[in-house]
């Protein structure tokens, strides 16, 4: 049982580049999404899915798009890379322990530098 | 739009002193609140979850609170030990959204 699984773990990007970070769960959870840390600001949510087919943006979703056409994967594209999107990219999947408890797990992280 | 803050954002103490690390939260009608703890370069480890009915939860060393009339949860960590240098995260969970707080950079002291 690998949990969740991100690859690659650092990356650097020039400005305009496109590339795709993986993340891939191996515990059927049904919830996966995407949050990214800078710096003094903590964790924002990007993307997330309830389910094979489903995303939704969160937070600050402009320059990212996800899909979600199995339930153990959930890939996040950056279309046209920009040095804001600098940062420390996690992946977390989530289930549903009781009808109002959800527990979350997180890959190891994917630092990305755009230059 | 739900505001997670924890001050202070660094905190340095001796080898053996309890550590309290606080979390406060803006709109109480949460589901649940999970702490984490992040090494360097490293990703995100559950310490405990605190379900929104439950008032603490306790895991050996560890023991958090929730009080959601006030917005407020704290963690304690009991006889801290170096290995116990880390950042602190608390989350509030809304379904299956983490809101989270910038954390609280702890330093134990040899």
């Known amino acids: 049982n690998a949990g969740v699984t991100q690859t690659p773990k650092f990356q650097v990007l020039k400005t305009g580049q496109s590339m795709t970070l993986q993340c891939a769960q191996d515990?059927?959870?049904?919830?996966m999404s995407w949050y990214r840390q800078d710096p003094g600001m903590g964790l924002r949510l990007i993307h997330y899915?309830?389910?094979?087919?489903?995303?939704d943006q969160g937070e600050v979703p402009n320059g990212y798009n996800v899909s979600r056409s199995t339930t153990e994967d959930f890939p996040l594209r950056l279309l046209s890379a920009a040095p804001s999107q600098t940062s420390v990219y996690f992946c977390?999947?989530?289930?549903?322990?009781?009808?109002?408890?959800?527990?979350?797990?997180f890959g190891p992280g994917t630092r990305l530098t755009v230059t | 739009k739900q505001e997670v803050t924890q001050i202070p954002a660094a905190l340095s103490v001796p080898e053996g002193e309890n550590l309290v690390l606080n979390c406060s939260f803006t709109?109480?009608?949460?589901?649940?609140l999970q702490w984490f703890r992040q090494d360097p370069g490293k990703g995100l480890t559950s310490l405990l979850l605190?379900?929104?009915?439950?008032r603490e939860q306790t895991s050996g060393r560890l023991n958090a609170s929730l009080d959601k009339s006030s917005g407020r949860s704290t963690l304690y960590i009991a006889a801290s030990q170096p290995g116990d240098s880390a950042t602190y995260l608390c989350?509030?969970?809304?379904?299956?959204?983490?809101?989270f707080g910038a954390g609280t950079t702890v330093t134990v002291r040899a």
């Open positions: 989350a509030v969970v809304e379904g299956y959204k983490l809101s």
């Open positions: 977390a999947s989530s289930y549903s322990r009781s009808s109002a408890t959800y527990e979350q797990y």
């Open positions: 515990m059927n959870h049904e919830y």
């Open positions: 899915s309830v389910g094979a087919g489903i995303t």
């Open positions: 605190i379900q929104s009915s439950q």
């Open positions: 709109d109480s009608a949460i589901y649940n």
